[in-house]
């Protein structure tokens, strides 16, 4: 269903096949799914999900905050590995063609990005 991802990569470690879509069981939005991987395709670079979906104990372990969009359901949370200042730009661009700009950290090493409507809009740095 997805051109550049496999649902696995959204499972949290400690909960199999809760990267699947709420609609099949598991635990991401189908839609915020569909968006990253238009995403993926205008950036032209692999995302490699280091995080998405977090279950309240893994979260916790992880050192998420209490109330992290990871840990929600539906998921509309992901974080993306960059290594180099050319990937992120094409990375950034990207999420924001597609409309997952409204919530974004940005660190050396990777970019969150959620659609957490019941958060206010920001972009922050790590």
């Given at each position: 269903?997805?051109?550049y991802?496999d649902?696995e ?9 809760s990267?699947?879509p ?8 189908l839609?915020?799914?569909?968006k990253?991987?238009?995403?993926r395709a205008i950036?032209g670079?692999?995302f490699?999900?280091t ?6 104990k893994h ?6 905050r ?15 590995f960059?290594?180099t200042s050319g990937?992120?730009?094409?990375i950034?661009n990207?999420l924001v063609k597609v409309g997952l700009?409204r ?5 050396k090493n ?5 659609d957490?409507k019941d ?5 922050w740095?790590?």
């Amino acid at each position: 269903m997805l051109k550049y991802f496999d649902f696995e990569e959204f499972d949290s470690p400690d909960l199999k096949g809760s990267g699947l879509p709420v609609e099949d069981g598991g635990k991401m939005s189908l839609d915020f799914l569909h968006k990253l991987d238009e995403a993926r395709a205008i950036a032209g670079v692999p995302f490699k999900i280091t995080s998405a979906y977090r279950t309240e104990k893994h979260n916790l372990t992880v050192g998420g905050r209490v109330g992290s969009s990871h840990a929600k359901t539906p998921c509309k949370a992901v974080d993306i590995f960059c290594k180099t200042s050319g990937d992120r730009t094409k990375i950034i661009n990207a999420l924001v063609k597609v409309g997952l700009s409204r919530r974004m950290g940005i660190a050396k090493n990777f970019i969150h990005t959620d659609d957490d409507k019941d958060k206010p809009a920001a972009i922050w740095l790590y």
